[in-house]
């Protein structure tokens, strides 16, 4: 069974910056992607970056070079690195395994909160 493990949430202030981790393990398969996807109250859930094995990314419009997303293919961890946070981004984040077994499959980390406030 996939199991993701999130760290690096917590609180900032404006402008502050942070580094969420994730690192999957149980993975039966090949992982086509690693993303991070955040929800704040009362809105939907929103990409916020995603990278495949190849190393291609894509990301959220809100982001506008302020976050970064790598990997590391060979501990199966994927990083967000996330400068210049606003008020805005207070959201529960959530990692994101694409894993292809035949069909491609996702699976969800518990979430990890991100607060920026002063």
């Known amino acids: 069974q996939v199991q993701l493990v999130e760290s690096g949430g917590g609180l900032v202030q404006p402008g502050g910056s942070l580094r969420l981790s994730c690192a999957a393990s149980?993975?039966?398969?090949?992982?086509?992607?690693m993303a991070w996807y955040r929800q704040a109250p009362g809105k939907q859930r929103e990409l916020v970056a995603r990278?495949?094995?190849?190393?291609?990314?894509n990301h959220g419009d809100f982001v506008k070079g302020r976050f970064a997303i790598s990997r590391d293919n060979a501990k199966n961890t994927v990083y967000l690195q996330m400068n210049s946070l606003k008020p805005e981004d207070t959201a529960v984040y959530y990692c994101?395994?694409?894993?292809?077994?035949?069909?491609?499959?996702?699976?969800w980390g518990q979430g990890t909160q991100v607060t920026v406030s002063s």
């Open positions: 990278i495949t094995t190849h190393g291609f990314t």
């Open positions: 149980g993975v039966i398969g090949s992982i086509n992607a």
């Open positions: 994101n395994v694409e894993v292809l077994l035949g069909s491609l499959f996702h699976f």
